[in-house]
């Protein structure tokens, strides 16, 4: 506040808050869940450094739970990579093969009706993949 120029009287009153209270909340030490929370930011920047950028929430977690053995959640790792603008690289989609199969040939060339019964038989036959073969 007095960095903004701002008088600390002026402030409280607008704040509705005493001026004692004011600072009393400045010169207070960190609780424990900020100091924790400073060393695991500390940490996840460290686990992101070490990926050259490019680790997000997820790999950066699982990166702190199986490489150190820390217990994070996934609500706390995203909330304190986003108070330290921490992001990874998106996953860029590559495009998918494509195989060129032979299909089979359309021999009723996709017309279906016959004027008589008994006269076009059409079957599929479904392969499923076993440990032997097809």
């Known amino acids: 506040m007095a960095a903004e120029g701002l008088p600390v009287q ?12 004011y600072y009393a909340w400045r010169s207070r030490a960190p609780s424990p869940r900020a100091l924790r929370q400073a060393w695991l930011t500390e940490q ?24 150190l053995g820390l217990q994070v959640g996934h609500n706390q790792m995203e909330m304190l990579m986003a108070r330290a603008t921490i992001k990874g690289l998106p996953c860029t989609r590559r495009p998918r093969p494509r195989h060129e ?34």
């Open 10 to 21: 002026v402030v409280c009153r607008l704040l509705e808050m005493t001026d004692s209270g």
């Open 44 to 67: 996840i920047r460290a686990v992101h450094t070490a990926s050259r950028g490019t680790y997000g929430a997820r790999r950066v977690r699982a990166e702190l739970t199986l490489g």
């Open 101 to 134: 199969t032979p299909t089979a040939t359309d021999l009723v060339e996709r017309v279906f009706t016959r004027d008589a019964p008994n006269r076009l038989w059409i079957s599929d036959i479904t392969e499923h993949r076993t440990s032997g073969g097809f």
